[in-house]
């Protein structure tokens, strides 16, 4: 099973920006798809981002649209996320997973350990 690593987390002022870098993708079919997700305090976790390795479709959900964008880099099998205008409701841990694309992300089994975004006001 891969294992999944997210990294890029940090403390970061309202406004600022971060980039979190995945790896450990397995991509093992023609639809596979890496996704960034988030959990806060006492609630499960909710999808932020995703997008397909081969084709590169994204998808984002509606509190982060216009402010994260996703990207991968296909050589050395990283996905990163890069958080713009961030805000302190964006404070959670992010953790990537492996997944597909279904003309929607899917979540597959596959999670890494998360890194911590703390965005301070």
């Known amino acids: 099973q891969a294992e999944m690593v997210a990294t890029g987390g940090g403390l970061v002022q309202a406004g600022g920006s971060l980039r979190l870098s995945c790896a450990g993708s397995?991509?093992?079919?023609?639809?596979?798809?890496t996704g960034w997700f988030r959990q806060f305090p006492g609630k499960e976790r909710e999808f932020v981002a995703g997008?397909?390795?081969?084709?590169?479709?994204?998808y984002y959900a509606d509190s982060v649209k216009g402010r994260f964008t996703i990207s991968k880099d296909n050589i050395n099998t990283v996905v990163y996320l890069q958080m713009s205008d961030l805000k302190p409701e964006d404070t959670a841990i992010y953790y990537c997973?492996?997944?597909?694309?279904?003309?929607?992300?899917?979540?597959?089994?596959?999670w890494g350990q998360g890194t911590q975004v703390t965005v301070s006001s």
């Open positions: 997973n492996d997944g597909w694309d279904a003309g929607e992300y899917r979540a597959g089994t596959d």
């Open positions: 397995r991509r093992a079919f023609v639809n596979s798809a």
């Open positions: 997008i397909r390795w081969s084709g590169g479709t994204t």
